[in-house]
């Protein structure tokens, strides 16, 4: 069974800034030949390296588990798919991170769209912040009461690390309107999520 | 929050069933990569069903009668001399809808972009909610209803053990067995009762069908030679058809009138009042093994055991039992299911890991192959238990 722990991954989980990819160039590149080769276990190493980070992302973005689950599978099920024309000198993370972020931006928009009531993660987002909570609960209220756009433009930039330039061509927004929704985002989680976390 | 912060709280966020979900992926993900590796293999499949196709173009020259023959023949060859060149796979069913696929263990759904355990399900019966939404899983003394992102909806302790589950097609209404009497409840899991026309003391077979339409008839085999026609709204007997040997299945079709009680060596269809609209005998030298009557009614699906081995899927009319298509040819075939819309029939073929898909029309049969199936159902031998809902739910 693979790892998934993300603590188990260890080194490979950057402390903070800079967020320091999941497999060093070499060591992804290596993986990814012998995957192409026919490999279970670099297939595998390659799984354990970027699944949580996909699945988190999906999930932060969608609040919807069962639907980041799909997302994020589907995500690896398209790179094994392509495994065979995948350039090897392209980073793999960037990739499934474009791929997981768009289908669950997709998932969100489709579902504010459909104003579905039984929702349960967004409901108890919606809730006023408990002070006695621990912080990740008020982190994921904060980020639940954000709306969609806004939610997503923080997870892949401060998760998955994609540049506002990234951002922007996902969402299909200029820069410009990336950063005023980061912006905005940011102050919105600092008074969301309380001094005590400053 | 500066962003040092953020990203090390984002980092540490706990993802609900994180570990369950990334061992579902990774079994996928591994079974796909390992699928990539076997085209070589899928070749050598292909000209295993090619044969297969062939073989059931012969076979029905002895069924097919008259003139419409070489036109058939031709037809055929040409549609189904070859699988599509384009393999389906799991998340894009032919015929489109989803299926719920009992692997022992686990309760699957798969098609429209889905691939998922949805319950744990150990030696379970499962039985699939009328819009596809809900699981209900028979598990020792418990029934319960799964929504499909595996939470649990509801769930009824019983003294007995609980089998057989059959959900009516307007969702309001589940059928099962506790113990050796049949019970209903709301779809909603209120309102359990025991049926007295169900039959006390009589052991159901498992054999139960919902009849589609206005109210709540339920067509249920007993032991005792019986089909019986219950309104369990009313708990009483619509019609009680003495069958004699035991059935091996019951199916409606798609309005309602008409019922299809396959024995071993008897097909035979009734109206929704219990009367006998015809009856055959199945092909010399062969075994009913599983029957199903088309939603159309027009149509059945038949899987056969012939006596000097060998298996075989055939497609026949109702009303006209010379034209049929043996489908496929095998040593080791399986599910038996039409789509919703009847346009296609799935044949399991347990040789080759693989669902067979066949349209039902007359002319231009084309054949559809989901090949790896166990492998990326976690390597679990499938049953295969509905097909539901090309139609999306009403509002």
């Given at each position: 069974?693979?790892?998934?722990?993300?603590?188990?991954?260890?080194?490979?989980?950057?402390?903070?800034?800079?967020?320091?990819?999941?497999?060093?160039?070499?060591?992804?590149s290596?993986?990814?030949?012998?995957?192409?080769?026919?490999?279970?276990?670099?297939?595998?190493?390659?799984f354990?390296?970027?699944?949580?980070?996909?699945?988190?992302?999906?999930?932060?973005?969608?609040?919807?588990?069962?639907?980041?689950?799909?997302?994020?599978?589907?995500a690896?099920?398209?790179?094994?798919?392509?495994?065979?024309?995948?350039?090897?000198?392209?980073?793999?993370?960037?990739?499934?991170?474009?791929?997981?972020?768009?289908?669950?931006?997709?998932?969100?928009?489709?579902?504010?769209v459909r104003?579905?009531?039984?929702?349960?993660?967004?409901?108890?987002?919606?809730?006023?912040?408990?002070?006695?909570s621990?912080?990740?609960?008020?982190?994921?209220?904060?980020?639940?009461?954000?709306?969609?756009?806004?939610?997503a433009?923080?997870i892949?930039?401060?998760?998955?690390?994609?540049?506002?330039?990234?951002?922007?061509?996902?969402?299909?927004?200029?820069?410009?309107t990336?950063?005023?929704?980061?912006?905005?985002?940011?102050?919105q989680?600092?008074?969301?999520?309380?001094?005590?976390?400053? | 929050?500066?962003?040092?912060r953020?990203?090390?709280?984002l980092?540490?966020?706990p993802?609900?069933?994180?570990?369950?979900?990334?061992?579902?992926?990774?079994d996928?993900?591994?079974?796909?990569?390992?699928?990539?590796?076997?085209?070589?293999?899928?070749?050598?499949?292909?000209?295993?069903t090619?044969?297969?196709?062939?073989i059931?173009?012969?076979?029905?020259?002895?069924?097919?009668?008259?003139?419409?023959?070489?036109?058939?023949?031709?037809?055929?060859?040409?549609?189904?001399?070859?699988?599509?060149?384009?393999?389906?796979?799991?998340?894009a069913l032919?015929?489109?809808?989803?299926?719920?696929?009992?692997?022992?263990?686990?309760?699957?759904?798969?098609?429209q972009?889905?691939?998922?355990?949805?319950?744990?399900?150990?030696g379970?019966?499962v039985?699939?909610?009328?819009?596809?939404?809900?699981?209900?899983?028979a598990?020792?003394?418990?029934?319960?209803a799964?929504?499909?992102?595996?939470?649990?909806?509801?769930?009824?302790?019983?003294?007995?053990p609980?089998?057989a589950?059959?959900?009516?097609?307007?969702?309001?209404?589940?059928?099962?067995?506790?113990?050796?009497e049949?019970?209903?409840?709301?779809?909603?899991?209120?309102?359990?009762?025991?049926?007295?026309?169900?039959?006390?003391?009589?052991?159901?077979?498992?054999?139960?069908a919902?009849?589609?339409?206005?109210?709540?008839e339920?067509?249920?085999?007993?032991?005792?030679?019986r089909?019986?026609?219950?309104?369990?709204?009313t708990?009483?007997?619509?019609?009680?058809i003495?069958?004699?040997?035991?059935?091996?299945?019951?199916?409606?079709?798609?309005?309602g009138?008409?019922?299809?009680?396959?024995?071993?060596?008897t097909?035979?269809?009734?109206?929704a009042?219990?009367?006998?609209?015809?009856?055959?005998?199945?092909?010399?030298?062969?075994?009913?093994?599983?029957a199903?009557?088309?939603?159309?009614?027009?149509?059945?699906?038949?899987?056969?055991?012939?006596?000097r081995?060998?298996?075989?899927?055939l497609?026949?009319?109702?009303?006209r039992?010379?034209?049929?298509?043996?489908?496929?040819?095998?040593?080791?075939?399986?599910?038996?299911?039409?789509?919703?819309?009847?346009?296609w029939?799935?044949?399991?073929?347990?040789?080759?890991?693989?669902?067979?898909?066949?349209?039902?029309?007359?002319?231009?049969?084309?054949?559809r192959?989901?090949?790896h199936?166990?492998?990326?159902?976690?390597?679990?031998?499938?049953?295969?238990?509905?097909?539901?809902?090309?139609?999306?739910?009403p509002?």
């Open positions: 069974m693979i790892a998934t722990d993300a603590h188990a991954l260890g080194a490979v989980h950057a402390p903070v800034r800079g967020v320091r990819p999941a497999l060093s160039a070499r060591r992804e290596r993986l990814i030949r012998a995957a192409q080769r026919g490999d279970p276990a670099a297939l595998e190493a390659l354990t390296a970027f699944w949580p980070q996909c699945h988190r992302a999906a999930w932060l973005i969608t609040r919807d588990h069962s639907a980041a689950e799909d997302i994020a599978q589907e690896f099920l398209a790179a094994v798919a392509a495994l065979d024309r995948f350039d090897r000198t392209r980073r793999l993370g960037p990739w499934l991170h474009t791929i997981v972020a768009r289908r669950a931006i997709d998932y969100a928009r489709a579902r504010a104003r579905e009531v039984h929702d349960g993660p967004l409901d108890c987002a919606a809730a006023r912040p408990d002070p006695a621990r912080p990740s609960d008020r982190l994921l209220d904060a980020l639940g009461a954000l709306d969609h756009d806004r939610r433009v923080v892949l930039r401060h998760l998955l690390d994609l540049s506002p330039r990234q951002i922007a061509e996902i969402l299909d927004v200029p820069v410009g990336v950063n005023s929704r980061m912006r905005r985002a940011l102050d989680l600092r008074v969301e999520v309380g001094p005590s976390d400053e | 929050m500066n962003d040092e953020l990203v090390e709280a980092r540490s966020l993802t609900p069933d994180a570990a369950a979900a990334a061992r579902r992926a990774s996928l993900v591994l079974a796909a990569h390992a699928g990539r590796l076997r085209t070589g293999r899928r070749r050598r499949r292909w000209v295993a090619v044969l297969a196709s062939v059931a173009v012969g076979g029905t020259l002895t069924a097919v009668q008259g003139a419409a023959v070489a036109r058939w023949v031709r037809d055929t060859l040409r549609s189904a001399g070859h699988p599509s060149a384009q393999p389906a796979g799991l998340a032919p015929g489109g809808g989803r299926l719920l696929v009992s692997t022992g263990r686990d309760a699957w759904v798969v098609g972009g889905l691939t998922r355990a949805v319950a744990h399900t150990p379970a019966s039985a699939w909610s009328a819009f596809g939404n809900y699981v209900a899983c598990c020792g003394q418990t029934l319960d799964v929504a499909l992102n595996g939470r649990i909806a509801w769930i009824e302790h019983f003294a007995e609980v089998r589950p059959v959900w009516s097609p307007d969702g309001n209404r589940i059928a099962f067995a506790v113990g050796h049949l019970y209903v409840t709301a779809g909603d899991g209120t309102g359990v009762r025991a049926l007295r026309a169900g039959g006390h003391s009589t052991a159901l077979l498992g054999l139960a919902w009849r589609p339409g206005p109210g709540h339920l067509a249920v085999h007993n032991l005792d030679g089909v019986s026609l219950i309104d369990t709204d708990d009483t007997y619509v019609a009680q003495a069958i004699g040997p035991r059935a091996v299945s019951l199916s409606w079709s798609g309005n009138h008409r019922l299809l009680v396959a024995s071993a060596q097909l035979a269809v009734y109206n009042a219990g009367h006998l609209i015809t009856e055959r005998r199945a092909p010399r030298a062969t075994t009913i093994r599983a199903r009557l088309a939603p159309s009614g027009q149509q059945i699906g038949l899987l056969l055991t012939k006596a081995g060998g298996q075989e899927a497609l026949t009319s109702v009303a039992p010379h034209a049929s298509r043996v489908l496929l040819v095998g040593g080791s075939l399986g599910d038996l299911l039409f789509s919703p819309d009847g346009r029939l799935l044949v399991g073929w347990h040789e080759l890991d693989s669902w067979m898909f066949f349209t039902t029309a007359a002319r231009h049969t084309q054949i192959q989901v090949t199936v166990a492998a990326q159902l976690a390597h679990s031998e499938p049953a295969v238990i509905a097909w539901c809902c090309t139609q999306p739910p509002a």
